[in-house]
């Protein structure tokens, strides 16, 4: 009677099952749920991929057209009043143009074209370079070259418009220095044939004073003989030979003056200024050699790289998409079918509470 209670207790114990096997059960029951809704599954993901496709066939490739310009650069006068080199016109002042639509109605006039048929151009500036990138997305690749080829024309000639406008002032400058020289040159020529009719003034000068210089010793010799004879007879002979003497005398003053004083002054002066035209000239050469230095640092604005599109479409991306929506539909077609099971499970489950009920 002991035994039959022991095996009678021992047959109400309601032992725990071990983890895994439930694991192993429900694991099961997932497996015989996707096989019995194989069909929804495979027909759910097919039906994805079918629309998907069909979509993406349906709709216009569309093509990435891009341009890169690089700004050029001028010679300008810097708030220290030195000569610096700058950009033509500033990345961003460029962009704000091209996002304003400033070119936009010119390119349309050129190539005949709606608004409503204009793409949008997109504009960025890498940091801290002179380069600006331009791009279209439009499934008329052959419209897009166009505009944004048209767009770097403008662009371009709106640039060199500038440059040449800079170049203008300095070759401008440049002239008049070069002109300014050559009547330096000549006005330098003219100043040494000064000096050199200074030079013979001034040995005739000195030939003269030589001779007047002699007659004065012959006269002073002469009238020493007629001093020793002195009598009545010459003492107006004396008085004439002696004012002839004092006569040469003031004039040999007179030419050692003009020889020492006027012709050697203005020898100074002739060569003092060749010494400052000298000095002009090379102050206007050394300005013009800089400034030609500044018109070779002139640099164009270039095309970097000319419109090109993609060779492929970006989009639609007709393989990235099926495997997507093929995803997708699995995913989604899963969910269904366990939500049907769940569904059918719960009717059963009432069915049976109706029936014992």
């Given at each position: 009677?002991?035994?039959?209670?022991?095996?009678?207790?021992d047959?109400s114990?309601?032992?725990?099952?071990?983890?895994h096997?439930?694991d192993?059960?429900?694991?099961?029951?997932?497996?015989l749920?996707?096989?019995?809704r194989?069909?929804?599954?495979?027909?759910g993901t097919?039906?994805?991929?079918?629309?998907t496709?069909?979509?993406?066939?349906?709709?216009?490739?569309?093509?990435?057209?891009?341009?890169?310009?690089?700004?050029?650069?001028?010679?300008r006068?810097g708030?220290?009043?030195?000569q610096?080199?700058?950009l033509?016109?500033k990345?961003?002042?460029?962009?704000?143009?091209?996002?304003?639509?400033v070119?936009?109605?010119?390119?349309?006039?050129?190539l005949?074209?709606?608004?409503?048929?204009?793409?949008?151009?997109?504009t960025?500036?890498?940091k801290?370079?002179?380069?600006?990138?331009?791009?279209?997305e439009?499934?008329?690749?052959?419209?897009a070259?166009?505009?944004?080829?048209?767009?770097?024309?403008?662009?371009?000639?709106?640039?060199?418009e500038?440059?040449t406008?800079r170049?203008?002032?300095?070759?401008?400058?440049?002239?008049?220095?070069?002109?300014e020289m050559?009547?330096?040159?000549k006005?330098?020529?003219?100043?040494?044939?000064?000096?050199?009719?200074?030079k013979?003034?001034?040995?005739?000068?000195?030939?003269?004073?030589?001779?007047?210089q002699e007659?004065?010793t012959?006269?002073?010799?002469?009238k020493?003989?007629?001093?020793?004879?002195a009598?009545?007879d010459?003492a107006?002979?004396?008085?004439l030979?002696?004012?002839?003497?004092?006569?040469?005398?003031?004039y040999?003053?007179?030419?050692?003056e003009?020889?020492?004083?006027?012709?050697?002054q203005d020898?100074?002066?002739?060569?003092?200024k060749?010494n400052s035209?000298?000095?002009?000239?090379?102050?206007?050469?050394?300005?013009?050699?800089?400034l030609?230095?500044?018109?070779?640092?002139?640099?164009?604005?270039?095309?970097?790289?000319?419109?090109?599109?993609?060779?492929?479409?970006?989009?639609?991306?007709k393989?990235?998409?099926?495997?997507?929506?093929?995803?997708?539909?699995?995913?989604?077609?899963?969910?269904?079918?366990?939500?049907?099971?769940?569904?059918q499970?719960?009717?059963?489950?009432?069915?049976?509470?109706?029936?014992?009920?």
């Amino acid at each position: 009677m002991q035994d039959q209670q022991e095996r009678s207790s021992d047959e109400s114990v309601d032992y725990p099952r071990k983890d895994h096997e439930v694991d192993e059960v429900e694991l099961i029951d997932l497996i015989l749920v996707l096989g019995k809704r194989k069909k929804l599954i495979i027909g759910g993901t097919l039906i994805c991929m079918l629309v998907t496709g069909i979509v993406g066939f349906a709709l216009p490739p569309v093509y990435h057209v891009s341009s890169i310009i690089e700004i050029g650069t001028v010679e300008r006068l810097g708030r220290d009043g030195m000569q610096q080199s700058a950009l033509i016109e500033k990345p961003v002042s460029l962009l704000e143009k091209i996002q304003g639509k400033v070119y936009d109605e010119i390119i349309r006039e050129k190539l005949g074209l709606k608004e409503s048929e204009y793409p949008e151009i997109r504009t960025k500036n890498p940091k801290n370079t002179p380069l600006l990138e331009a791009t279209i997305e439009s499934p008329d690749k052959e419209t897009a070259l166009k505009i944004l080829g048209h767009l770097n024309e403008l662009i371009v000639r709106d640039h060199d418009e500038l440059i040449t406008v800079r170049k203008f002032d300095i070759e401008n400058t440049v002239l008049e220095n070069e002109n300014e020289m050559a009547l330096m040159v000549k006005e330098e020529a003219s100043t040494k044939e000064q000096l050199l009719m200074n030079k013979k003034q001034k040995s005739h000068l000195q030939d003269q004073i030589d001779e007047v210089q002699e007659r004065i010793t012959e006269l002073e010799r002469y009238k020493a003989s007629m001093d020793a004879k002195a009598d009545a007879d010459n003492a107006l002979s004396l008085l004439l030979f002696n004012n002839e003497i004092q006569a040469n005398k003031r004039y040999y003053n007179e030419l050692q003056e003009r020889l020492h004083f006027g012709l050697a002054q203005d020898a100074s002066a002739l060569r003092d200024k060749l010494n400052s035209l000298e000095k002009s000239k090379q102050s206007l050469l050394l300005e013009n050699q800089k400034l030609k230095r500044y018109l070779d640092a002139f640099r164009d604005t270039w095309i970097v790289k000319k419109p090109r599109n993609s060779e492929r479409p970006i989009r639609p991306r007709k393989g990235l998409n099926l495997l997507l929506s093929g995803l997708a539909g699995v995913i989604g077609s899963v969910f269904l079918a366990f939500f049907l099971e769940y569904l059918q499970g719960a009717k059963a489950l009432r069915s049976e509470e109706d029936a014992h009920s």
